[in-house]
């Protein structure tokens, strides 16, 4: 079908959309091809001006908010390792050969909403590429002994990553925030769920079942392409691949009714981390509140904002600030956090950035201060788009929201509509202390 979407031209009758990217103020600046197939899959082509190098990404619209079930957290993650177990046509020795012969690089991420699979490759294997990665989207086949090994394997990098308080931390600050929407728990899930994950084989099938189906995935095709050539690619080796009927009941998560704090004791040195979260709104591109939350993590948190050249600059109290302003499907966390150098300094900088965010709250900001915000914020996403491959990178996250490369103008342009009252508003919604959690890390004899 076609995408009505504004400035597209048909092609032959492929009933592929070409959005020409003219307007002088397009923050996304690639022409682009956007359809569907009668299945469900998406397919954006995106041709760039790098030559003979081709980035697919192809994006599942399943990550840790999809595990529904209790007992079952951390699949998500591991279907990014199950994924590459290979088929009957491509066992894992034969696709990774061919990958290796090409030359190409391939991998896998996942995140709280979607995981993400790219190869990056010569455009001449193209085709070869496209086949392969059909091929185990619609035909993954892994014995019981084979997906035992990988829950292993799961388990061991879940054992390593504890190894790092801040893993364990983001672990800590996602249980005390949320009670009953998936969010509670990170990509690699409960350690309980982990460990039992090798008696799961026959709930790891259902899950694949459920998800990946054409419905739930866009392929992203970035660099030396052209988007009849593409489709004509993934129309021959994507089309059979059958439309699912799933859909996950993710549950709500209550109003947050006071704030909320937790610490971690680290068992060896490290340096102090103090983290303040709060409620944040689930990704739009409708209103102003998604836009107005980014300019205020850096207005306010950033080397330039006036806290962090008081506390990191001047005072030294800390060697690292910043803020997250989350982009998720549902409604997630605005996390500020300190690394601090000395544990008697905690309070103090928790309590600055708790001044910092009351001050944003009760005035306006600067007018000249957002506009220079807003200009940067343009300008640095801008400056990234230097190679096809990032340029997938970064579209493979918006597509994850909204399924077209669209949703970034339309954050853009919000963007550049933020007021300072806008600003304050928001904070004044969102930056509450009855939204607020607090998670500290510490190490042996900070308390002394």
């Given at each position: ?5 504004p400035k597209?031209?048909?092609?032959c ?12 103020r ?9 359809e ?32 529904v ?49 790219h ?31 990988e829950?292993?394997?799961?388990l061991?990098?879940?054992n390593k ?5 801040e893993a364990?931390l ?12 998936t ?9 309980k769920?982990i460990?039992d994950?090798?008696?799961q ?22 660099g ?12 021959k ?6 439309r699912?009927?799933?859909k996950?009941?993710?549950p709500a998560e209550?109003?947050q009714d006071?704030?909320r704090?937790?610490?971690?004791d ?24 998604t ?21 990191v ?33 905690i ?10 965010i ?31 491959d990032?340029i ?15 949703t ?7 963007l ?6 806008d ?11 009855n ?6 890390v ?7």
């Amino acid at each position: 079908m076609v995408v009505a979407m504004p400035k597209f031209l048909l092609t032959c009758c492929c009933a592929i959309a070409l959005f020409a990217a003219d307007a002088p103020r397009k923050i996304f600046p690639y022409s682009y091809a956007q359809e569907d197939l009668a299945n469900g899959l998406r397919l954006i082509t995106v041709p760039t001006d790098y030559p003979n190098i081709v980035a697919l990404y192809i994006v599942v619209q399943a990550g840790s908010r999809n595990e529904v079930e209790p007992g079952h957290t951390g699949f998500a993650h591991l279907f990014e390792h199950l994924m590459f177990k290979g088929t009957e046509t491509y066992p894992q020795a034969r696709y990774d050969s061919i990958l290796k012969q090409a030359g190409a690089s391939s991998n896998a991420f996942t995140t709280d909403d979607f995981t993400c699979y790219h190869t990056t490759f010569s455009k001449e294997d193209l085709e070869k590429v496209l086949a392969m990665e059909a091929d185990r989207f619609q035909h993954l086949k892994y014995n019981e002994a084979e997906f035992k090994t990988e829950t292993l394997a799961v388990l061991g990098e879940y054992n390593k990553n504890s190894a790092n308080p801040e893993a364990k931390l983001d672990e800590v600050i996602a249980d005390t925030a949320f009670d009953r929407h998936t969010y509670k728990h990170t990509t690699m899930g409960f350690l309980k769920d982990i460990q039992d994950m090798p008696n799961q084989y026959d709930y790891s099938l259902r899950f694949f079942d459920r998800y990946y189906r054409p419905e739930y995935t866009t392929i992203v095709a970035v660099g030396d392409v052209k988007p009849k050539a593409v489709h004509d690619l993934v129309e021959k080796y994507w089309s059979a691949w059958k439309r699912g009927d799933y859909k996950a009941e993710i549950p709500a998560e209550p109003v947050q009714d006071k704030p909320r704090r937790n610490q971690v004791d680290w068992p060896a040195p490290t340096l102090p981390i103090v983290t303040i979260s709060y409620k944040a709104p689930a990704y739009s591109e409708a209103s102003r509140d998604t836009a107005a939350l980014e300019a205020i993590a850096f207005l306010a948190f950033s080397p330039t904002s006036e806290l962090y050249q008081k506390l990191v600059i001047r005072e030294q109290k800390a060697d690292r600030l910043s803020a997250d302003s989350p982009h998720n499907v549902d409604p997630s966390l605005f996390t500020v956090t300190a690394r601090v150098k000395n544990a008697a300094d905690i309070d103090y900088v928790r309590d600055q950035i708790l001044e910092t965010i009351a001050g944003l709250r009760e005035k306006p900001v600067d007018g000249a201060r957002l506009d220079a915000v807003r200009n940067h914020l343009r300008y640095s996403f801008a400056q990234r788009m230097d190679n096809s491959d990032t340029i997938a990178l970064i579209l493979a996250r918006y597509i994850a929201l909204r399924r077209t490369p669209e949703t970034i103008e339309r954050l853009y342009t919000q963007l550049a509509q933020v007021t300072p009252e806008d600003i304050q508003k928001s904070a004044a919604m969102y930056l509450v202390d009855n939204g607020r959690t607090i998670v500290t890390v510490t190490g042996p004899g900070a308390g002394q």
